[in-house]
């Protein structure tokens, strides 16, 4: 999301995100292009999300509105990548 008041039209349980950014050093599961249901605010920015998987906390920057879909995404919404293994100390 480009501006904060995209933040406006989330809907908590109804509006489905997109990441735009790969957040998979915090879990393999969230690469770029994972869909996920908003399902609450922590802070100000930064949403509650909810995956398959998983569901952890996100900066409004780090997503998109999925236009057209609400409801929890299924496991064929999720981008099928191999995440690459990581090393101590690697970013």
Known sequence: MEDRETLAKIVFGQTRV?????????N?????GAQGLV????ANYTLKVAFPKVTVGINWQDC????GKTGMPTE????????????????
């Open 64 to 67: 998109d509105i999925v236009p």
């Open 76 to 91: 064929a919404d999720q981008p099928k990548v191999i995440p690459k293994p990581r090393h101590m100390g690697e970013e």
């Open 18 to 26: 997109v990441l735009t950014h790969d957040l998979s050093t915090m």
């Open 39 to 42: 399902v609450g605010k922590i």
């Open 28 to 32: 393999p599961n969230l690469v770029i």
